[in-house]
């Protein structure tokens, strides 16, 4: 953990702010049509939990994050950059209604965007 990453995940306000965020962020995808769909039949008591786990940890938080390998919870469920991005973008809304600056908006966008290929399973080449 860098002390950037660290400043980052302070400056959002740590780990109750990044709870809230998460739960925020939760009401806009279960409202989603496009996204609300990988949610039924989930815990989103646990769900929530585990993302706040993964975000807190994602910005460089004390938290560790307790959940199964990103590669492994989302194999095979049909996730795209489509409904990443869309994920993604309700964050990014969240974000910006409680004034996070852009700077520290594309920090977070940053960090998430270095698990996407685990996250839809794509797999990048390098020519």
Same mark, same amino acid.
């Given at each position: ?5 660290? $400043? !980052?995940? #302070? ?18 995808? !279960? ?33 560790? #994050?307790?959940?199964?390998?990103? $590669?492994?919870? =989302?194999?095979?469920?049909?996730? @795209?950059? !489509? =409904? ?5 973008? =309700? ?14 908006? =594309? ?7 270095? #698990? ?5 399973? $794509? @797999?990048?080449?390098?020519?």
């Amino acid at each position: 953990m860098n002390s950037e990453e660290e $400043a !980052l995940y #302070y400056r959002l306000g740590g780990s109750g702010e990044i709870r809230q965020i998460i739960d925020d962020m939760y009401n806009r995808v !279960l409202e989603d049509p496009l996204l609300k769909g990988f949610f039924e039949n989930v815990d989103m008591t646990k769900q929530r939990q585990m993302q706040t786990e993964f975000i807190a940890a994602a910005l460089g938080g004390p938290e560790k #994050y307790g959940g199964l390998d990103l $590669a492994y919870a =989302h194999a095979g469920r049909g996730i @795209t950059s !489509l =409904h990443l991005s869309a994920f993604v973008g =309700h964050l990014l809304a969240v974000l910006e209604e409680r004034g996070v600056s852009d700077n520290d908006i =594309h920090g977070v966008v940053t960090r998430i965007n270095t #698990y996407a290929n685990d996250i839809t399973g $794509a @797999t990048s080449s390098d020519g």
